[in-house]
């Protein structure tokens, strides 16, 4: 699917235009005429888009969407028609991408298509869990109340995931930061030395010695070692991304750790909670929880899980029989298929898996940082040592 920029006249001969995702142009037309609007240009977005345009459509959705939702939610609440919203909201919106959309949806909906349905024309930004949710918050009249709980729940899912991100920002700087200090002394000062070294008529101690040949090593190999790493990586991300088999038996690794089940187990609980309380089948609620799972290997058993709810299965048993969640979950949803209680106790084990998630962040933190700092030093010491020991011992002999 593409996005399109078209213009045209409506059946009341006034000029339209806008941006739409279509499978094609030739669709695209056929979907404008049905709506009664006559096509005169379509042109393909991706054609014309500058590299700040598709980086601003890439994050439109990641950045802006809570505060979109939220403007929305208030605007509503304070007694304005919503085509009248979405038009203040798309005029304080700064990513072109999304400004366009809201623009599109305020025309669809003064033309009287549902905004829902306004919404699911644009995919890439707005998620079909959300457009399902505002459906159905139209049907019984709570738009407003929904799209602030959206917000809010927007606003949980960016801090989660800033969370972990921030946390590795600071040891991962030291990390690069001292082998990049590494990778200078040995390319650049050693081999400056070694002159000197050669030019001392007695032996070099050992470590020196090794010393000299590590510069050798990467003054010669180093980028030829540089670029074989970077193409390994690239060539596990291109598998990662791109052979499911490969992708499966990494991912059902990576989930016998802890801290990615348990981030995985609470992002699904979070989002199921939030969608079975706004009122979502349970069925529907599965799958779009199934689409925010990073993780192929519990993709795939929560489809599992969803096939077997649909066939008649309690939902308790199908997640007990999937036998990959821990014990907290499967009894928390059993209490709530009795209790009908759910959404709460889902929310709750959300919370718990989340607060493990942050005390082994910061255990992992507090005791990485300095273990990064401790190595790099031993290493920048290692070097410093091996350059002055014989400068020492030269010295000694000369006096």
Known sequence: MATYSYKGISKTGKEVKGVRDAVSKQALTSELLSEGIFVSTISDMREKQSALAKLQAVFAKKINLSDTFF????????????????????????????????????????????????????????????????????????????????????????????????????????????????????????????????????????????????????????????????????????LYKNNNKFRLAVDKKLFKINLVSHVSVSKFAHVLSFQLKEGLPLTDALHYASLVIDNKYMFDIVSQVRESVQAGTKFSVAVRNAGIFPELFPAAVSTGESSGNMPELLERVNEFYSKNVDKFLTSFISAIEPIFIVIIGVLVGFIVVSIMQPLFSMNSLVQ
């Open 71 to 238: 403007q929305l939610s208030l605007l509503l609440r304070s007694g304005i028609p919503l085509v009248e919203a979405l038009k203040i909201v798309a005029k304080s919106t700064k990513e072109q991408h999304l400004k366009n959309a809201l623009m599109e949806s305020a025309s669809k909906v003064s033309e009287g298509m549902r905004f829902s349905e306004s919404l699911s024309k644009y995919p890439k930004i707005f998620e079909p869990m959300y457009v399902n949710l505002i459906k159905a918050s139209e049907q019984v009249g709570k738009l407003a109340a929904v799209l602030a709980d959206i917000a809010v729940y927007e606003e949980d899912k960016r801090k989660n995931t800033d969370k972990i991100k921030t946390a590795m920002v600071y040891p991962m700087t030291i990390l690069v930061m001292g082998f990049a200090v590494l990778g200078f002394l040995l390319a650049f000062v050693v081999p400056k030395m070694e002159s000197i070294f050669a030019s001392m008529k007695q032996q070099i101690p050992a470590s020196t010695q090794f010393l000299l040949k590590a510069s050798d090593f990467v003054s010669e190999y180093g980028l030829v070692l540089l670029l074989f790493i970077l193409f390994i990586i690239f060539a596990l991300r291109y």
